[in-house]
C-alpha cells in the first residue's frame, strides 16, 4: 500500500519560498501523478497541481506564477516550491497521489505551514 | 475554472436517516466527478471515483450518481462514523476544483 509522508519548515517568512517533500514508500514514483492539495485553517480544499516523473506538469492558473513541483526517481519523493509567499498561503498541505485520470488514491496526512514573520 | 457548488454547506442528521448531498458544476463534466470524505483532524480519503464507483474498502452504504452539471452523493443509512465534511471535486478540466463542502453532523 502506497503510503506518504510530507516534510518541511513549518514556519515561512513573507516573501520567502515555501519548500516540502513528499517521501513516497509502499510504491514507486515513477508508477502515477503527484501532486499537491492544500486547505487554508477552517476552509475548504484547493488544488495546487500535478507532476508526472517524465517531468510533465499542470498547475492551478492562480498559483502558476509562483509554483514549481518536481520529481526525483533517485529518492521515490517528490517536492513542492511556492515562491514569493503571502499570509494568504498559510493552510495544511497534503502531498497526494493521482492515477491518469487525476483522482487522488494516496493522501499524506498533510503537513501545516504558516506564513509569519 | 470550473465550480462545484455543493447543498447543503451544513447537515445534521440521525443515526439510521438516508442522507442525500447535492454537487451542481458550472458546465458539464461528463461523469469526471469524486467523492471525498474527511473526518475531522484528518486527511481526506477518495468514496467514489467516475461520478458513481465506489472504491474498495468503502462501505455499501454510500453511493453516487449523476453526470453532466448535476450529481448527488447518498449515504443510505447514516452511522456515527460518518461524521465528517464531504467535498465534490471535478476531474474534467485543470484545475481540478474541489466544492466548498458539507458538514455532516450526526444528531
Known amino acids: 500500500q502506497v503510503q506518504l509522508q510530507e516534510s518541511g519548515p513549518g514556519l515561512v517568512k513573507p516573501s520567502e519560498t515555501l519548500s516540502l517533500t513528499c517521501t513516497v514508500s509502499g510504491g514507486s514514483v515513477t508508477s502515477y501523478y503527484w501532486g499537491w492539495i492544500r486547505q487554508p485553517p477552517g476552509k475548504g480544499l484547493q488544488w495546487i497541481g500535478y507532476?508526472?516523473?517524465?517531468?510533465?506538469?499542470s498547475y492551478s492558473p492562480s498559483l502558476k506564477s509562483r509554483v514549481t513541483m518536481s520529481v526525483d526517481t533517485s529518492k521515490n519523493k517528490f517536492s513542492l516550491k511556492l515562491t514569493s509567499v503571502s499570509a494568504a498561503d498559510t493552510a495544511v498541505y497534503y502531498c497526494?497521489?493521482?492515477?491518469?485520470?487525476?483522482?487522488?488514491?494516496?493522501w499524506g496526512q498533510g503537513t501545516l505551514v504558516t506564513v509569519s514573520s | 475554472d470550473i465550480q462545484l457548488t455543493q447543498s447543503p454547506s451544513f447537515l445534521s442528521a440521525s443515526v439510521g436517516d438516508r442522507v442525500t448531498i447535492t454537487c451542481r458544476a458550472s458546465q458539464g463534466i461528463s461523469s469526471y466527478l469524486a467523492w471525498h470524505q474527511q473526518k475531522p483532524g484528518k486527511a481526506p480519503k477518495l468514496l467514489i471515483s467516475?461520478?458513481?464507483t465506489l472504491q474498495s474498502g468503502v462501505p455499501s452504504r454510500f453511493s453516487g450518481s449523476g453526470s453532466g452539471t448535476e450529481f448527488t452523493l447518498t449515504i443510505s443509512s447514516l452511522q456515527p462514523e460518518d461524521l465528517a465534511t464531504y467535498y465534490c471535486q471535478q476531474l474534467h478540466s485543470y484545475p481540478h476544483t474541489f466544492g466548498q463542502g458539507t458538514k455532516l453532523e450526526i444528531k
Open positions: 467516475a461520478a458513481s
Open positions: 507532476v508526472y516523473y517524465s517531468g510533465s506538469t
Open positions: 497526494a497521489g493521482y492515477d491518469s485520470s487525476g483522482y487522488v488514491h494516496y
